[in-house]
Every structure is written in structure tokens, then in C-alpha cells.
């Protein structure tokens, strides 16, 4: 009798479960943790929000490798998060400015081409990006509340990741402002830091609690600087990368490996990880043979010896042309790196070998 009663309260309780589930949307991403991804940062995961956001036309060559058109990626196809998403098994992430049939059952991209920390509220800044966040949650509530689905929902939000990759912008704008020496952009650093910290401290304020920070790669190592900066082999470092530009990334990267284990004891209940995507993206430039890479320091779409870099040509522009094998180039256009390049990286980070602490990007939602 007592079995009997006791079977049929757990049937109804598990019939109230499921009715609760459905009225919240919860089944897309709730319960079963369903990786979710909220990213936030610049062209290295922008999956095409400075198109829809400013209308520049990022069209081919861009894209000619995966998506066969432009999408607003910066690249010749895939990138670092489009990776992510393959191995979650997720969508590709829809930006947060797509207003045509934008699908975010996998999350949602701020990212933003060009976006930098400082000056803040400028669009769009990384603190613009969080205040998007903020009103995309909340209208993404109040619409499920109203019967929408297809949205993220409170449970959503707190087991997503929140992944930012963002800072080199400033370093470089720093660097070009200081007539590329160490001193004025190294001061630069703790007020370009503060706004990582403060993103992440609103992020959890309002519910993050696993967070996913990207260091900055070797700037010294893009053929665009290698190209725009006149330089003696003594301002190369033994791979052949300028000197002072990957000083400067190295000191950013100190600060944010440093400021990322500050938040980790203060949000203590957050699982906070640094990525090293800096050693990952030096040693493809180091050892490129070793990836099936060659000519480490030449963009691939482009013009001109040696850097394949030309301002008055720039990929896309009259007057580039794109070299014959694009999977064998590290750089894309002199500045992003190519669909072959952001494989091995994603690759290699997702593996968690290169995380403060060592964490599986799968691990966050088992
Ligand atoms: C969004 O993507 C999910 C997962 O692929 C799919 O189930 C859903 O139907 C899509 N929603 C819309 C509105 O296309
Ligand atoms: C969304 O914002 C409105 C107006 O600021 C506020 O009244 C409401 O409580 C917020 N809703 C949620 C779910 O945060
Ligand atoms: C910038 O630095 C270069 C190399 O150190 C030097 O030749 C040049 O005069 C400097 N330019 C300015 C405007 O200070
Ligand atoms: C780019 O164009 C400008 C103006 O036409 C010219 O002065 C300059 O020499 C060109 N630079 C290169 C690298 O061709
Ligand atoms: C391009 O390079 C890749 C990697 O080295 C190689 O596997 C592929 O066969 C090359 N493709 C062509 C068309 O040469």
C-alpha cells in the first residue's frame, strides 16, 4: 500500500517536473546542461557581429574556405569559437546585433570586429558588450515568461559559459600611440585589465559563474606589423617576431593570468579559467613545419614580399590576391589567422593543457 502511494506520488511529481520544465523552456538547455556559450570580444571570435552591427561589408575572399561567403568573420573560414561549437556539438553562435531569424539555442556572441576595452561605452566596447548581455538577458526572460521559446532561460544563463577574448586593439592603438616602445603601453595595461575585471564581476552579478578569459596572442608575430614597422633583425626575437610587441602581450597576459586568479578567490563559487592561447599561437610561428604550415610571417590574401602584407591592398582591396594553398598560411590576412591555424589552436585549448586551472572545455557541463 505504502509502495503503492509512494510510486504514484513520484509519477505525479515527475508529471509536475516535466510540466514545469516545459512552461520554462527548460528543455533546450535547462536540466540536462546542455552546453551553452555567451561569448564576448573582438574579431578573433566576432561570428559576424561588425556586419550586422555596422553593415561593413566583410564579403569574400573572406569565407572562401568553409562558409563559401562572408559572413562577417574575419577569415577565411572557420574560427576558434566555430571549433568550440563543433566539438559541443552546438550551432554556430548567432551575434547578439542579428536581427534576421538569429537562432540562440547554443547562446549568444557579443563579439564585435575592432572592439577594444578603453575608451568604455564607445560601440562596442567591451562594456557596451556586457550591457548588451544584461538587456538580452532580461528581455530574453521577460519574452519566455510571455510563452516565446527557443530562448535562454535563467537556468541557462547560470550554467553558460562566458568566454572572453579581448584586449589586443588596445594594445596595439597603445603601441601605435607610443611610437612602438615598451613604457607608455605597459602603464596602459592595469586601466585595459580593470575592464576584464569588471565584466566579469558584473557577468556573475548577474548569474555567470563559469567564465572562460582568453590571454592575447604574439602580436610581434603578424605579418602586419612585421610589415608597417620598419625594423633591424635586432628588434626580432630568435623566432623572427618583433621584440616589443610581444613584450607588451606578454606583460597583458601576466596581468590577466594574475587578475583571473584574484577573481578566482573572491568568486569563490565561479570556476574561473585563463587560456594560454599566446604559447599555442608562438609555436605554430616557432615550429610551423610542425603543424604543415610554412612561410610563418606571410599573410595569405594580400600583396608583396616578403610579409604579403600591403596597406594599399589589403585583403579584399584592389590589387590583393590570395596565395595558392590557404591551409598551408598561419595568417589569413595579416592580422587573423586562417580556418587551418584556428583548428589547431581551438585543437589544443579545448584540451585544457593550456588553462589556469587545467580544464576540458567539455568538463564545464559534466
Ligand atoms: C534553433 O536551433 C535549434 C538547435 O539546432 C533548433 O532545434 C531550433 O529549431 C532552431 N530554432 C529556430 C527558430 O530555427
Ligand atoms: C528587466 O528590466 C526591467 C526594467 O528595467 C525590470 O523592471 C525587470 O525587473 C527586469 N526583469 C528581469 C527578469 O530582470
Ligand atoms: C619612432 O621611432 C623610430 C625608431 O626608434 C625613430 O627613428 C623615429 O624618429 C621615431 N619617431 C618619432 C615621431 O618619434
Ligand atoms: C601606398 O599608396 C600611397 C599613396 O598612393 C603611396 O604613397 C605609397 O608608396 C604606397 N605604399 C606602398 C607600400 O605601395
Ligand atoms: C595544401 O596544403 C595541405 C597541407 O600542407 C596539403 O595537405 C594539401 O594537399 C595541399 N593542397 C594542394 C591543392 O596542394
Known amino acids: 500500500m505504502m509502495e503503492i502511494r509512494m510510486s504514484a506520488m513520484w509519477c505525479w511529481m515527475s508529471i509536475l517536473l516535466l510540466l514545469l520544465t516545459l512552461s520554462n523552456g527548460v528543455e533546450v538547455n535547462g536540466r540536462q546542461k546542455r552546453p551553452l556559450l555567451v561569448n564576448l570580444g573582438d574579431s578573433n571570435s566576432d561570428t559576424g557581429g561588425v556586419l550586422a552591427g555596422t553593415g561593413l561589408p566583410i564579403g569574400l575572399p573572406n569565407g572562401i574556405t568553409f562558409f563559401h561567403r562572408g559572413t562577417g568573420r574575419l577569415g577565411d573560414g572557420r574560427l576558434i569559437i566555430d571549433f568550440f561549437c563543433e566539438h559541443l556539438k552546438l ?37 557596451v558588450q556586457v550591457r548588451q548581455f544584461i538587456h538580452f538577458k532580461n528581455r530574453s526572460l521577460e519574452l519566455l515568461s510571455l510563452g516565446s521559446r527557443d530562448l535562454i532561460n535563467e537556468e541557462g544563463f547560470r550554467s ?24 607608455p ?37 603578424q605579418p602586419k606589423e612585421l610589415a608597417l614597422h620598419p625594423h633591424k633583425s635586432s628588434d626580432l626575437d630568435r623566432v623572427g617576431c618583433l621584440r616589443v610587441h610581444n613584450r607588451v602581450a606578454k606583460s597583458f597576459n601576466k596581468g590577466l593570468r594574475i587578475l583571473s586568479e584574484n577573481l578566482r578567490s573572491v ?13 599555442v599561437k608562438y609555436s605554430l610561428s616557432a615550429n610551423p613545419e610542425k603543424y604543415g604550415f610554412k612561410n610563418p610571417f606571410a599573410a595569405c590574401c594580400g600583396r608583396g614580399a616578403p610579409y604579403f602584407y600591403d596597406r594599399n591592398a589589403t ?16 595568417v589569413w590576412d595579416g592580422v587573423h589567422y586562417t580556418e587551418a591555424a584556428n583548428r589547431v589552436v581551438a585543437t589544443r585549448i579545448q584540451s585544457g593543457q593550456y588553462s589556469t586551472p587545467k580544464f576540458k572545455l567539455e568538463k564545464f557541463w559534466n
Open 267 to 279: 568568486f569563490k563559487d565561479a570556476v574561473i579559467v585563463y587560456v594560454d592561447v599566446y604559447s
Open 160 to 183: 553558460a559559459l562566458y568566454m572572453i577574448d579581448i584586449g589586443q586593439n588596445d594594445l596595439l592603438l597603445a603601441l601605435y600611440a607610443s611610437n612602438i616602445t615598451y613604457g
Open 91 to 127: 550551432n554556430y553562435l548567432s551575434p547578439y546585433l542579428d536581427s534576421l531569424s538569429p537562432n540562440f539555442t547554443s547562446g549568444v556572441n557579443f563579439a564585435v570586429s575592432g572592439a577594444t576595452l578603453l575608451p568604455k561605452f564607445v560601440p562596442f566596447a567591451l562594456s
Open 185 to 221: 603601453v605597459a602603464q596602459k595595461i592595469p586601466s585595459f585589465l580593470e575592464e576584464i575585471r569588471l565584466a566579469v564581476q558584473t557577468v556573475y552579478q548577474y548569474g555567470g559563474r563559469k567564465f572562460w578569459i582568453h590571454n592575447t596572442g604574439p602580436l610581434g608575430c
Open 315 to 330: 585583403c579584399g582591396q584592389p590589387g590583393y590576391s590570395i596565395c595558392s594553398n590557404v591551409s598551408q598560411s598561419i
